[in-house]
């Protein structure tokens, strides 16, 4: 099980030297920030990688599908894009001497769900960040604001659902925007940091969304 865990975390820095280029980050930020950021990556990578030594075995998956799917992640830029995400704030929550099967689980469901077209990869990274939280026991039952009755649904969803059953449905586009929203502020209260591969995310996802829009208005 570790082996296809170490091979998706050594191809994360090309593909996200790759990432940096192509949307146009590398050029505005400073090449020490990214060294640096770059020192972190492996660092985590090798945080991850030992407790996935310790736990991954705990869990009854098959090795060959688990292979399958981060191979085909590797070809996915935005999808590893976000895979890096993930992986950035498990580390955020690693503690040492503590069980991080939760999030391990919650990576590996995460990861999945980015690969099934059906879901939005929005919709992904917010249930992932919210159940990191709760994983971790930084959330409140209900939305810290008041919001429609299908997000508020949504969100006691994520709450209370187990891992394996988290990636089961969408929502709207208006239902997305008010859940996140909610997520934000959660994170904005139980979080102390900025994650260096959201910014990286939300550069490269924003990139594609005016080119899809330049192409509709021609």
């Not at 869990?59 to 895979?83: H, N, P, T, V």
């Not at 930084?138 to 604001?145: L, M, N, S």
């Not at 239902?175 to 550069?203: M, T, W």
Request: charged fraction near 30%; glycine fraction near 8%.
């Amino acid at each position: 099980m570790t082996v296809v865990f170490v091979c998706f975390a050594a191809f994360q820095s090309s593909l996200l030297a790759g990432i940096m280029v192509g949307s146009g980050v590398l050029k505005r930020a400073e090449q020490n920030e990214y060294r640096i950021f770059s020192e972190k990556v492996n660092g985590r990578k090798n945080n991850l990688e030992n407790e996935m030594n310790n736990i991954w075995t705990n869990f009854d998956y098959d090795e060959e599908r688990i292979s399958r799917y981060f191979e085909e992640l590797a070809g996915d830029m935005e999808g590893a894009c976000y895979g890096q995400y993930f992986l950035e704030m498990a580390d955020y929550y690693t503690r040492e001497n503590v069980d991080g099967g939760g999030m391990l689980l919650l990576i590996y469901q995460s990861l999945r769900a980015i690969l099934k077209p059906r879901i939005p990869n929005e919709l992904v990274r917010r249930v992932f960040e919210l159940k990191a939280m709760v994983v971790n026991g930084e959330y409140t039952e209900r939305p810290p604001v008041k919001v429609s009755d299908s997000a508020g649904y949504t969100w006691e969803y994520v709450v209370a659902s187990p891992v394996e059953k988290l990636y089961t449905f969408v929502v709207t586009d208006s239902v997305l925007e008010e859940f996140g929203r909610c997520v934000d502020q959660n994170k904005g209260r139980y979080i102390d940091r900025e994650f260096h591969s959201l910014e990286i995310l939300k550069a490269l996802t924003a990139r594609d969304k005016r080119g899809k829009t330049a192409g509709e208005t021609v």
